[in-house]
Structures are given as C-alpha cells and as structure tokens.
C-alpha cells in the first residue's frame, strides 16, 4: 500500500493511533447524540428499555456494517444507556476458546461485552461462544486425547454486542443467536452535515453551512471520513490564517487529491485504467491490480466497493465495467482515449 497520505485520506479504517485518539474525543455518548440510523436507534432503545423493565441483561446484539459508520460508538451506547460496564475485546485477539473463556469467565453479572470484528474469530471459539450465548454456561476441556474432560462452568448473565464489517461470513448458528441485528446504512449528506456540526463546535472550530455542505459531499457517507476531512480543513485554516469556508474545504481537499465525489488518486488510477487503457472494459481484478500497483485485495475490498455505489463501475463475470455516468462525469468518450487528469 502506497504511504502517500493523500491515498489513505479517504479510506474508511482508522489512520493511526492519532485518529483513533481524536474520534474518542468526538464520539457521541447517548442515543440522542448519535446522528442519523434513526430506524436502529429506535429498535435499540426500544430493546433497551424493554430489558430495564423486565431487570434483565438486554438481548445480544450484533452490529453489522461498513468500517467508520459507528459500530464501536454504539457498543459504548448500549453500555452507558443501560449503565452497564463495557469490556471490550475483538475477533483478531481471540484465536483460541481458552482465549475467550479467560474473558467470558471474568465477567461481571449484567457486563456488555463487546466483540469488534466477531468474523475474525478463531472457530473453536465460536463454538464456545454458542452456549454460553445461549445458556451463559460453557464447558472448558482439561487433559488431552482418552483422558480429556469436559467441566460445566456457570457464566454471570451478559450482552454480546458483536461487530461485523463482513456478516455474511458469520456462520448461521452465530448469527441465529443474536436477539437483534442492526444493519447500519451509509450516512446521507444532511445528516454528515449535522455530523461534522456537532464535531466542529466540540474542535471550537467556526466553520459555515457551505463549508460543512462541500465536506459533507466528498466523505463517502461514513462519519470517520468527515471528521478527518474536517480535521484536515481545520489544519489548512489555522496554517493559513484563514477562516474555514469553502475556500479552505476546496483548497484543503484539491491538497489531498479528494475530488467532489470523494475520489482519491487511487479511486481514479483506477477508472483511468478501466476507461482509457481498457476502453470501458471489462477488465479483470487482477489485470487492474498490477496496472495500479497495489494489491487485488486492496482494490477488491476498499476501492471498487464505493465504485460500485457511487455507479461508476459495475462488476460482471468477465470483469468491471464503467457505466455511463463513469465516462460522463471524466468527460471522456468510449475510444478516444483521452487524458485523464495531469496528476496521473
Ligand atoms: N452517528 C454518528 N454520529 C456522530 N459521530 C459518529 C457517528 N457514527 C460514527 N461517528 C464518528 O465516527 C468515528 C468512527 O466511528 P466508529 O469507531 O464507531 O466506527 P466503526 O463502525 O466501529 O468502525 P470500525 O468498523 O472501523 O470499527 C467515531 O469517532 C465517531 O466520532
């Protein structure tokens, strides 16, 4: 992957600790904070209250989505909603069943225990996890081979709250044992606005309707991408002395290579390729790959993904394709082979 940081601007997983660091400081702490997703804040606090009437842990919840749409915000949500303690685990860290019976065997009663990247776990684990989402109990084997058994151990009554950016490679017996699924949606450009309000006036960083509008429409739908497009703008404002209006976003973005649809250099690498070299296509992931000088992987999982949204390409069996709009919003024609952009 490239290191250039103008290619990893838009790229909907965290950029550093620093990022990670700076969105804490910006993260919503209640349901009324939290923007947007109405329809999911209402089923959860719905479920929420229905679990403080009856005084019962909540049913587990898993939240599946895109990187940067507020996964992890609303995990902390439900702990603090429910005045619950949170503890917080992932998929990565939890590559054996011992590894998670170290962390389901020290919760507290009523804890909400959070899972981040719940597909990454390793498979004995997840077995584990069935019963004890089920009937907080699991059995933990002691010995190997002929001699091993099985001792029941009683859990204290928790909530999962599992995240997924990929649900589709949950197996079923997993999913099947949430009692709710959230689907969270890709943000409209009204309600980035209210995102990027809320964050500018935590920043104490006056900024005016255009200016929030014109970042509100290059950040791909996702709530990280705003805020580290504001924190952006707020660094060109401050070394340029100047106020952050719309000169400052355009000026700020064009710096970064982030064109009005939220295009990076990567994005249009990319539909160069497909337009000018392969007319239109199709073109096969791995022949793109190699014309671009990154990894399928990268461009299958992060660049085609928001592409594919935004109706600039489609996927078809024999490769991707670029649509009409595609050759449209270029200003190029099929077979004229025009330039692109002198940047690239
Ligand atoms: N609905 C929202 N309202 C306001 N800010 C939001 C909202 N959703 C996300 N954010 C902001 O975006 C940042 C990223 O959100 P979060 O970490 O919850 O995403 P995620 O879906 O868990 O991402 P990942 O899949 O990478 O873990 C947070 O710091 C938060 O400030």
């Known amino acids: 992957m490239s290191d250039d940081p103008s290619v990893a601007i838009v790229r909907p997983t965290p950029e550093s600790d620093a990022e990670l660091a700076f969105e804490g400081a910006l993260r919503p702490k209640s ?174 960083l006056p900024i005016d309707r255009a200016a929030l509008a014109e970042i509100a429409g290059r950040c791909r739908g996702t709530p990280r991408i705003a805020n580290r497009l504001l924190r952006r703008v707020r660094d060109y404002a401050l070394v340029h002395g100047d106020e952050a209006g719309l000169g400052a976003v355009q000026a700020a973005l064009e710096l970064y290579d982030v064109d009005q649809l939220g295009l990076d250099r990567l994005d249009r690498a990319v539909m160069e390729i497909i337009l000018t070299r392969f007319d239109g296509g199709p073109v096969g992931l791995n022949t793109l790959a190699v014309s671009v000088g990154e990894e399928a992987e990268t461009i299958e999982s992060v660049v085609e993904p928001f592409l594919v949204r935004i109706g600039l390409i489609t996927r078809t069996p024999r490769g991707r394709v670029a649509t009409r709009l595609a050759w449209r919003h270029f200003g190029l024609s099929q077979s004229n082979g025009a330039l692109f952009g002198d940047d690239l």
């Open 31 to 204: 349901l009324a904070e939290f923007v947007g997703q109405a329809k999911v804040r209402a089923q959860l606090q719905l479920l929420l209250e229905a679990a403080r009437i009856q005084n019962r842990t909540p049913d587990h919840i898993l939240l599946a989505g895109p990187p940067g749409l507020g996964k992890t915000t609303l995990a902390m949500i439900v702990a603090q909603e429910s005045g619950r303690p949170l503890r917080m685990s992932s998929g990565p860290a939890i590559q054996h069943a011992g590894d998670l019976a170290a962390v389901l065997s020290s919760l507290v009663p009523g804890e909400i225990l959070f899972i981040d990247e719940i597909h990454r776990m390793a498979r004995s684990a997840e077995e584990m996890l069935y019963l004890a989402m089920e009937d907080f109990r699991i059995d933990i084997m002691v010995g190997k081979g002929a001699g091993a058994t099985s001792i029941p151990l009683d859990l204290a009554p928790f909530t999962l709250v599992g995240a997924t950016t990929r649900s589709g490679m949950l197996p079923n017996p997993l999913r099947d044992r949430f009692g709710f699924t959230a689907h969270l949606e890709f943000y409209s450009e009204p309600e980035l606005e209210q995102v990027l309000s809320r964050a500018a006036l935590l920043l104490d």
